[in-house]
């Protein structure tokens, strides 16, 4: 049986990859207590298609 929390699984996609017009996508997915931080999670990220360290913002 699943746990009762706060804690919702969350989608992170690369903001910079979207620019370059290069094919496929950087995501991640990762964990966020959504009572403490309700805000979109924006985290540093590899993102391994540029090769560089990108911000990653959250999806829906």
């Known amino acids: 049986m699943a746990k009762k929390g706060n804690r919702v699984q969350v989608i992170l996609e ?13 995501r991640y997915i990762t964990t966020k207590n959504k009572k ?4 979109r999670l924006e ?5 391994p ?7 990653h913002k959250e999806i829906k």
């Open 36 to 39: 403490n931080s309700p805000e």
């Open 43 to 47: 985290i540093k990220k590899f993102n």
């Open 14 to 26: 690369c903001t910079e990859h979207k620019e370059t017009g290069r094919a496929g996508t950087s």
């Open 49 to 55: 298609i540029l090769k560089k360290m990108t911000v």
